[in-house]
């Protein structure tokens, strides 16, 4: 069926569009192009494949837009590359090649018009088209836009026109060499490579027409002088296509407002000339009250239409429908941190980093819709397009419509070298520039990922910015430095990391604080559901290395310190039965790390944290690294830690010194607020002498301090004690009381290895029977712990000789000593420097009072008139991260009532979750399911989840999906708690 798309849809009745400008799609998903494709070293005959009815059986359905691998993949030629090993075994020399793309269009199908153009939005890596035999021109590099006429060459006689396109793959090495491209597609620590280096055509391919004047990237401009006016103009450029001069009119409909615009203009023979529209000559373009696009929770992202036509004696020649937002970006420095502010309002910002869309270019279209409405609902207001991966403009189209800022960044990697083509890379710049500046959503153009771009390109990338963006959002050279505090880590760390002592990135230029960290982030293994989609069943249990290593858990993804994640999952909730358990532990793991992270820099808020990204915020690839909800939109631990973390007005607890602060990160404020801080044994009891409450005004965009809880220190006997080391002084290290400073994301570091020591003066003789040794590395093939009363003589009261592990938790004889060493005897191998985040030491006999061993702290945030704001809840246990007296917690008992109803397209699930047991309902996963099978509803968008009833409570969960997604089958709404 023929499919044609107005490219002016939205103009009122009384404008008529003629076929003058029309577009139709030649995509392969609804188009009327059907794609085929073949390697160019198999296409024996080149200029005969150029004909109408050539025999291309044996060429393979192609996937347009996408890569060459992904339709073999489709064609099922190549098995599922996201299952086990797969994406390793696939031959990368039958991909890494150049193919020839082709496909034969009925000049009927194609609308008439005056002038007819072959548009491609990219090629990867460059591109050579053809029509009907004739070489129309060339694409290169992934963001060169190509617009072929093709009047002359359309054939009228009943054959079909034949466009091929001959693509050529990236040559590695691909950083930066290559670029413009997809960086991470020759592998990364987070995807595998990509056989071909995701060669394609990778954008949008379309035939459209026009009159003889065309209408050129057309550029909208706002300022925002106040929040009662906003000022919009124009520049566009027109094109005449004809030997004559013209002269005509070019019209603007702004909406909402019906803010009607003409000017007239002359454009001689073959010429492309300017046009602008300005409020100095048109008023109206000032507009009183305008409906501002904000960033998500500061306010709605309001959007306008510009519908221009250009008319030439008395024709529609061309016609474009520009959408865009009216805001105004502004930045500033506080003491050499970065601030953003929109529309003169400060914006914190919460975001993460997107590595890539989908590892084989497979997010399409309206999935674009569903990864961004995600991120809006874990209260996210910022994406960072890292490396420029993502070049799709429904990308952008959805962070304009949910209020996501970009954070877009160009296509280097901190390597030192230029890319070959120079001239290729710029041209890129440019056009990514002109055909992305009118979304409101972009906020910050970046040079390059941890590096500085070479010389000439910095500069030139700063005056692309400067000229063709107007200057209107800051180009910075650097992901990580220059008024930004670093990049990473990438591991996990327990909260109290996140509140004390500048959590500390990687940079050489890198702010000591929290300031603006672009990456930071920690491993997220997936629910059990997921875990089975990409795992092969003889992998499960016990957990293949090898297999995990393929999906980025192990040596190739070594920034995420998988075997850290593994040991502090173990220590917190105890050793795991089998995989299901495993990954029902770790979510506990995800939930807490990934809150923190954020509670951490809103704790600082305008006192040096000013924002902080996550690395990464969705997955392109089934793995257990950096993400919150997973490849296959399963929402985990991760995600639901983010959003609780990230509401727009948020009442969170500081591990590290006991505050509870009302976070508000919006520009309402709050009088007469009131905090309520109660703290529950494991049996759901109040322990009323640590409760506390207050009543505060709660400040717009800022955080308030509305009371401190009087918990006792965790009984660690070590923490703030003073430390001696043998040696000390690593770049990126602590001194010795790192290792008393009770927070397991600071480390000492000796020099060497084999004879280096650290130990605690404790002030005085001390009993203790508990020793936990948390490790930087596994350094130590053997290590010693010994005691003294006098630090000269020492005795020894644990023998490591089976090395050190992540955590190592040693139980002893109680022993009584001043002083605690730990020496290493023998290093795994020579070079590797002894390190340890830290040394703790416990009396088992010693107990707070009123405490259980893991205990709950649940916050609660109303306005004045006792509605609820927020409320929050933790776990807290009296020796560091040691929930594993959960498992004694009485087994839950759950009453789940679910109501549904269908709403247009969407069906909304309603299920009550009631606590009919005695004691605590804790972490209660709420999943939709197929009712006949069993199996996990996705992809789906909830409002809760992983909360905590105590005996009585109740609690009610949204759940909102596709209602095509069930077909003939029924929901089933399943709610499990930790204590099943």
Known sequence: MKRIVLIAAMLSAAFRLPAAVERTSLDSDGGVAGWRLLPQDEVRDARAMMEAGYDVSEWIPAVVPGAVFTSYVEAGIEPDPNFGDNAYRADRKKYDRNFWYRTELATEELPAGGHCWLCFEGANRRAEVYFNGERLGGLDGFMDRGRFEVTELLRRDGRKNVLAVLVRAPKTPIANHASPTYISSAGWDWMPYVPGLLNGITDDVWFETSGGVSIVDPWIRTKVPSKGEGIVSLETELCNHSDETVQGVLRGVIRPGEIVFEKPFRIDAGQQRAVGVHPREFPQLKIADPALWWPNGYGDPNLYTCELTCEVGGEVSDRRTVTFGIREYSYDF???????????????????????????????????????????????????NWIGSTTDEEFYEACDRYGIMVWDDFWLNSH???????????????????????????????????????????????????????????????????????????????????????????????LDGWGFRTEIGTAVFTNYESYRKFMPDPDRWPMSQEMLDKHFFGRSSFNSRPDRYFATVEYNYGKASGTEDFCRKAQLLNIEANKAMYEGWQHHMWNDATGVLTWMSQSAYPSFVWQTYDYYYDLNGAYWGVRKACEPVHVQWSYADNTVKAVNATLRGY????????????????????????????HPNSAVEALRLPLPADGNLARGKRAVCSSSGVTDYHAAEAVTDGNTGSAWSATGGEGEWVYVDLGAPTRFSTIVLSWESEVAARYDVLVSDDAETWRTVHVGDKGSSPIDEITIEPVTARYVKVLDVKSWQPGRKMALYEIELYDTEAEPAGLSPVHFIRLRLTDAAGKLLSENFYWRSNRLGDYRALDGLEPARLDVRSKEETVGAKRIVRTTVTNRGRGVAFAVRVMPTYASTGEQLLPAVMDDNYFTLLPGERRTVTTEFDAALLGEDACRVIARPYND
């Open 671 to 698: 009088e007469g607020a009131h905090v309520t801080a109660t703290v529950y044994d494991m049996e759901g009891r109040e322990v009323k002498r640590y409760s506390r409450e207050a009543t505060l005004t709660v």
């Open 416 to 510: 030192p070298n230029l890319p070959d083509d120079l001239f290729a890379f710029n041209r890129n710049a440019v056009e990514k520039i002109k055909r992305l500046r009118n979304h409101p959503s972009i906020a910050v153009w970046c040079g390059d990922n941890e590096g500085v771009p070479l010389a000439p390109l910095n500069e030139w990338l700063r005056e692309d910015v400067r000229t063709f963006d107007g200057g209107d959002r800051w180009y910075q050279p650097i992901s990580r430095e220059y008024g930004f505090s670093g990049s990473g880590p990438w591991t996990n760390a327990h909260p109290i990391w996140y509140f004390t002592a500048y959590p500390s990135g990687f940079g050489e230029h890198k």
């Open 334 to 384: 506080a003491e050499g941190v970065f601030r953003l502010s929109v529309n003169g309002e400060r914006i914190f910002c919460k975001g993460g980093n997107w590595g890539m869309s989908e590892w084989l270019l497979r997010c399409r279209g309206g999935e674009y819709d569903l990864k961004v409405r995600l991120h809006r609902e874990m209260n996210y207001n910022m994406i960072r």
